[in-house]
Every structure is written in structure tokens, then in C-alpha cells.
């Protein structure tokens, strides 16, 4: 059976791939964070050009701060979003 | 005792000092953000990840009570569209000791600077946008707090 | 701008902040101290020195604008009787920086605490008196500001 | 001609001298702030028992808090005091 995850976007991400979220299968050669994106940007050029720098994304997993090379285990929910800038 | 609050509205900084004093403790700091006149700005748009907001900030203020003796934390933090002057963010401390309610104050804004889900963009006079660079001088403030503690 | 307040008068802390904030620096940070309820404590007798309290803090104040670039800064005290829950001190300061707000809003407090001549007497239900001593971990604090800067 | 120099007391100090100020003049032996001291305590026991243990003793001369060891030069008023204890 496939799983889906939700991928949701803010700010500039969010700006320049013009829209909020994302659905996606997850197949069997992606594990992590970074395989999601890699994913993406084989997908559509667009993730390409917006992920180019990866330097500048962060990522939450289920609404938690995780490193690209965590892995997806069962979450439900990615974030993929600029360095945050509150306060 | 905890509140964090996340939204539009704007808030009284002495009202809420007035709620944490009243805990009893005998020391309350407070820091307040408010929207800084740089130039050209007309307002800063303050975007944030609902579903992850609240409870990013909750587990700053559970940090800060693990390693301060704390009465009363609260977190304010608005999001909309802010007008130059308006106010952004409040945390406030309440303690038997002055210099755990201002290390404790401090904590949490450095940490929420670094972790909490919260995005500005600058509105400018001629009519252009810009999103904020993270500054690295406050990665290095959170920073400090790990060798710290 | 440096304000200091030395007299018997309550203050609304939020009402400092407020005029620390029109000041445009984005960054106000605050301590408030009030008469903690210790046990059978009814109330302080503050006493002071006249002739040389404004001039103490107005110093503490001026050390701290030549330390961190701040756009205002108010120090009020209280002196008289004060019953529990009473607040007693106030310091507010103003910056761009908010860790220049925190940092002169903590030295200000320490220093206060060391130099400033104020001397509290506590008045307890069974109608005794002591006068507070002083404690170890303020003179600690005042010193570490040495090391520091 | 003789200089006179106020003094002071507060908090404890004064209570347990039982006045708030003296005046003193100030003779060719008395130079620094400690002099004071050793003067007054010679002058009634009521002082030498309450500056007994001159730890505990802090100095002003004209609003400037001073060591025990300072002139006093010109300064017309001498405050003497526990450690502060506002805030």
C-alpha cells in the first residue's frame, strides 16, 4: 500500500513555487528529507530552480525541526520553509 | 504556568507583567518587539505555520522552566499584517530570583528568534516586498545558550 | 534619554514601556521587583539617601548608555513603606538590538542592587524589624559585569 | 581655621546610634575617612560599639561612595551606612 505525505510550503518557498502544499506518494526509494526533495525536483523544474540553494531550506517533520537526512519514518506532514525570522 | 497566545490581536505589555507579578514572585522581566521604522518600510507581514506555532513555542517555555526557577512564562507573539511601531512579540518572566525571570526572558527570545515557525516580510513605500534574512547574530545568541547550560 | 524617578509614588510598568517604545527602537526590555511575600512579612520600610540616590542611578543609567547603544532608558524606585506585593523598582531600556535592552535592562538591576543607597527594612506580623543584609550573589553579579566589559 | 564636615548615618547605623547626623571638626590628625571613625569612636563608647566590626560599614564623602582609606580633601559631608540593599 502507498502511503501519502503532505507537503506544505511558507513563505518565499511557498511565494515562488506558487502554492501552499503538496501531495505525494511515497515509493519505496524514499526515506528521508532529502530523498523528498530530490523527488520534487525530478519531478518539475520548478523545484529545481526554488530548491537550487538547499543551504536555505529548513525542514519540520509533523511539525517538528529536522535535518535533511532524518528520516520520513511515519509522518504525516512535511515543511519545507526559509530560515525562520520571528520575533 | 504557561501561555502562549498566537494571533492578530495586540496585546498590553503591562497587563500581562500585572498578570505574571500577581503569581508573586517577586521579579518580573519583560522584552517587547515592536515594528522597527527602517526607511521606506510600511509594515512587515508576519506569516507562521499554524499547525506548528503554538506548540514550537510551548517547548521553549518548558526548556525555560526546566532550567529557571519560573512562576509564570508568557509568550505573545502576533501575525498579520503589523504597521510600523506596532508591537510583534512580548515574553515575560516571573521569579523569586531577578536574574532567572531576565536569563529565563532572554532564553526565550533567542531560542524563538532560531526555532519558532514564524516568517517576516518587509512592505515597502514603493509598493516592493522582501522576505528577512535570518541574521547570524542570532543563530550565534542561541548558540551561546548551549554552552552555557 | 535617561529618566529617574526616586519617591514614594507606584508606577504602571506598562506605561514606561509604552513611552520606551515610542521611542521607535524596536527592542524594550524590562525588570519589575516588587515586595515579595515572605512568610510573616507585612511590610518594607524603604529608606534612602537623598542628597545622592537620583545621581547614584542617574550614573548606573549613563555607564549603561556608554556600554550599549540604547535610545532610552527609566529607573524608578520607590521609597517609604511598602506592604506585600507592593512593586518596588522599575528599569526599562530601549535599543534596536534586543540584546542590548536585556543586557543594560540586567546591569542597570545588578549595579543598582550594589551602589545605589537604598536600605530595606522588613516589618513582620509580630511587629519585629530587620533590616535586610546583603547578599553575596548581588555583589557576584555586579563583579561579573567587570569581567565582561 | 577649622573645617567642619558633616556626617551622616542611615539604616542601622543610624537607629543604633540614636541620631541621623553629627558635625565634626575636622582637626590636622584627620585625614582620611577612617580617621573619622577612630576619632568619633574615641570621642563617646556608643560609637566604638556600633562601628565595632567595620566590615560592615560603607562610606559616601559628598555623594560618592569612597574606601575607608580616602582623603577627604575638601569634601564637606560624610555618609556612613550598611551595604545597600535596594532593588
Not at chain 1, 502511503?3 to 511557498?14: E, G, M, N, P, S
Not at chain 2, 507581514?45 to 512562576?71: G, K, N, R, V
Not at chain 2, 501575525?79 to 531576565?102: E, F, K, M, P
Request: overall charge negative; hydrophobic content about 45%.
Amino acid at each position: 500500500m502507498t502511503r501519502k505525505l503532505d507537503i506544505v510550503y511558507f513563505a518565499w518557498v511557498k511565494e515562488r513555487l506558487g502554492k501552499t502544499e503538496d501531495g505525494l506518494d511515497i515509493l519505496a526509494d524514499i526515506r528521508t528529507v532529502e530523498d523528498v526533495i530530490d523527488h520534487l525536483c525530478r519531478r518539475d523544474e520548478i523545484y529545481h530552480q526554488v530548491f537550487a540553494d538547499r543551504s536555505r531550506l529548513r525542514f519540520a517533520l509533523d511539525q517538528q525541526l529536522v535535518q535533511p537526512d532524518t528520516q520520513l519514518a511515519d509522518a504525516r506532514e512535511l515543511a519545507i520553509f526559509p530560515p525562520v525570522t520571528g520575533g | 504556568m504557561i501561555k502562549i497566545s498566537v494571533s492578530p490581536a495586540d496585546f498590553s505589555a503591562g497587563e500581562e507583567i500585572q498578570k505574571i507579578a500577581a503569581l508573586g514572585g517577586g521579579a518580573v522581566a519583560s522584552f517587547t518587539g515592536q515594528v522597527r521604522g527602517d526607511g521606506e518600510l510600511v509594515a512587515l507581514e508576519l506569516e507562521h505555520y499554524p499547525a506548528m506555532t503554538e506548540q514550537a513555542l510551548q517547548s521553549i517555555a518548558e526548556e525555560a522552566a526546566a532550567q529557571w526557577p519560573l512562576h509564570g512564562i508568557t509568550v505573545i507573539h502576533r501575525v498579520g499584517r503589523l504597521a510600523v511601531n506596532d508591537q510583534i512579540v512580548l515574553v515575560c518572566t516571573g521569579s523569586d530570583h531577578r536574574q532567572a525571570a531576565i536569563s529565563a526572558c532572554s532564553f526565550i527570545m533567542d531560542k524563538l528568534k532560531t526555532v519558532a515557525p514564524f516568517w517576516k516580510k518587509e512592505i515597502w513605500q514603493d509598493g516592493s516586498e522582501s522576505w528577512v534574512e535570518e541574521r547570524q547574530s542570532d543563530l550565534d545568541a542561541a548558540a551561546d545558550w548551549k554552552k552555557r547550560t
